[in-house]
């Protein structure tokens, strides 16, 4: 079986990013009661070089040296570009074939389409490959604050989870970055909720509806959790029509989808807009 350590791919490849500041001022406002807050992950507890986890926002620029250096390690014979082509085609497939099952956002498992892509069949050997080629491609760093704003939230009893789109190696990057005190320490196990294993990505209810049935284990009701996410349609609208209480995360310009809508707009779906996790603290 290949060997490999996936916290030694991330080390490799962990280079320090810092926000971009974004021109959108703070609006807080106060929700007593909140038992829980739920947060998406790239773009909001850590930064995203790309903005997001999504085979649309690869971006190869720069990268093809390293990539290319990937590929003749996992002695995979086609090009930089021809693989994105091949790893996007395949991505299309599946969506289209989960699509025809009722899945109305469909989410793809990477290793699965790396698989097929480039003829690996050991699966842990497959999963070190798509972690570096993540890794290169969507680099990734802490967001300033995550680790207060959790430790703070663990202090006051009030339970932390996560909706994201998301692959098998999101909660090792977390815990690399965030660390382990931190995650999974300051979060509830039972209130994760990783795209990648239902098949399903946001915006779809699916996996909000997932966590409210959930949080009701809690005796938690949906207006007693503070949704925190940094895109208005994959995020806020959704967690909105769930009956959270919203906080657009506008930290990171990279990361902000405010999806061409207006403040007026943004704030009848967004209870509160957040330029620092920190902001929290006045939330709730």
Not at 185 to 210: H, M, T, V, W
Not at 250 to 279: C, H, P, V, W, Y
């Amino acid at each position: 079986m290949y060997k490999c350590d996936f916290v030694d791919i991330i080390n490799k490849y962990s280079t320090p990013l810092y926000p971009v500041k974004t021109d959108v001022s703070p609006v807080l406002k106060r929700s007593d009661k909140i038992k829980c807050v739920i947060f998406d992950v790239y773009g909001t507890l850590i930064i995203s070089g790309s903005g997001d986890i999504s085979a649309n926002q690869v971006n190869l620029s720069g990268s093809e040296e390293r990539i290319e250096a990937l590929l003749k390690r996992y002695s995979i014979k086609a090009d930089t570009e021809e693989l994105h082509v091949l790893f996007k085609k395949r991505v299309v497939s599946i969506h289209e074939n989960l699509k025809k099952q009722g899945v109305d956002v469909p989410e793809v498992d990477y290793p699965d389409v790396w698989k097929s892509v480039t003829g690996i069949t050991d699966r842990k050997k497959i999963e070190c490959f798509t972690l570096e080629y993540e890794m290169i491609t969507n680099p990734v760093y802490e967001m300033p604050g995550a680790k207060n704003i959790l430790s703070f939230l663990k202090k006051r009893s009030i339970l932390a989870g996560i909706i994201s789109n998301a692959q098998f190696f999101t909660p090792v990057i977390l815990e690399y970055l965030l660390g382990k005190e931190i995650y999974p320490g300051c979060f509830d196990q039972k209130l994760i909720f990783l795209s990648y294993k239902y098949r399903r990505a946001k915006p779809s209810e699916y996996i909000f509806n997932k966590a409210v049935e959930k949080l009701s284990d809690f005796t938690i009701s949906p207006h007693q959790v503070l949704y925190v996410g940094n895109d208005m349609k994959s995020d806020i609208i959704p967690a909105k029509k769930c009956g959270f209480k919203t906080a657009l995360f506008a930290g990171d310009k990279r990361s902000l989808r405010t999806r061409g809508m207006g403040i007026n707009e943004i704030l009848k779906n967004s209870d509160n807009i957040i330029t620092e996790l920190s902001q929290i603290k006045v939330c709730i």
